[in-house]
């Protein structure tokens, strides 16, 4: 039922946006095992989505596996610091402002047993690694839904002593699944077809039920500092880019850098 009712709205909001101004597909992976600097091996995350924009709206999904610290942990007795879980999200949001700089959206979540687990133990085989499927059903977090909505300020303004761009953003959302805020600077350094990026930003996090999800229920850390550092490559209808990000984790107890790398591809149509 869960996996039906997201499919439907998904279908509806691609559908209700594809009708205005010029479109751009952008798929994407997110994944802390390949980020170029450390290894954390699926501690956090693995998510790959696209994202569907037609004028100021988007609609985007989300394919995403959160799972306990597989490389602390490399036996069958170790103890899992978080639930396992499957998640699919979807966001639809809409730009505004003079320069397009506020951003609203809203956001459905869904967990469940979606077979992205099987791709994990694919990539597992495929690398030669340790079988973690039967481990994570012992601490799979339960079905839920949940939704939210959220936005985005930037306030934009040119450093020509730089030959950069700088932003400072402001990011507030509030969900069932989570509630937090987020402050960002960021500096834009474009050069060509070649665009570089740094940025720096604090969340505060006022809860995270799916860290804080049973079995488990870990404690979600309050303050997340983040640094990252990207880059993006434009070539006729396409861009491509790549960001690395590094952070605390979402768990309070776990005071390790965690690093993140986000690539994808954009087409224009």
């Known amino acids: ?3 039906k009712l997201i499919i439907a709205i998904s279908s509806l909001v691609l559908s209700a946006t594809y009708a205005f101004g010029e479109k751009s597909l952008t798929a994407y992976f997110k994944n802390d095992s390949v980020n170029g600097l450390m290894i954390s091996d699926a501690y956090e995350t693995h998510n790959m989505g696209l994202t569907y924009r037609s004028g100021d709206n988007y609609a985007g999904i989300d394919l995403g596996i959160v799972s306990p610290d597989m490389h602390l942990y490399k036996n069958q007795y170790r103890e899992a610091n978080r639930s396992f879980g499957e998640i699919i999200s979807l966001e639809f949001g809409h730009q505004l402002g003079a320069e397009n700089n506020i951003k609203l959206f809203g956001k459905l979540r869904g967990s469940g047993k979606f077979g992205l687990d099987k791709t994990q133990e694919f990539a ?4 030669s690694l340790q079988s973690v499927s039967d481990i994570n059903q012992l601490v799979r977090m339960p079905n839920k839904l949940w939704y939210g909505v959220g936005g985005e300020y930037a306030s ?6 730089l030959s950069a761009e700088h932003s400072l953003k402001v990011m507030p959302y509030f969900g069932t699944d989570r509630a937090s805020v987020k402050s960002e600077l960021e500096f834009l350094f474009p050069y060509h077809s070649v665009s570089l990026s740094s940025a720096l930003s ?3 996090v006022l809860f995270d039920r799916i860290v804080s999800a049973k079995p488990i229920s870990a404690t979600p850390r309050k303050l997340i500092p983040q640094l990252s550092f990207g880059a993006a490559y434009d070539f006729g209808r396409f861009s491509i880019f790549a960001v690395d990000s590094f952070a605390l984790p979402t768990i309070q107890k776990d005071q390790r850098i965690f690093g993140v790398l986000h690539a994808g591809i954009t087409y224009n149509f």
């Open 1 to 3: 039922m869960l996996k």
């Open 202 to 204: 604090l969340e505060y």
């Open 124 to 127: 597992h085989r495929l690398l």
């Open 156 to 161: 934009r303004s040119p450093l020509p002593q």
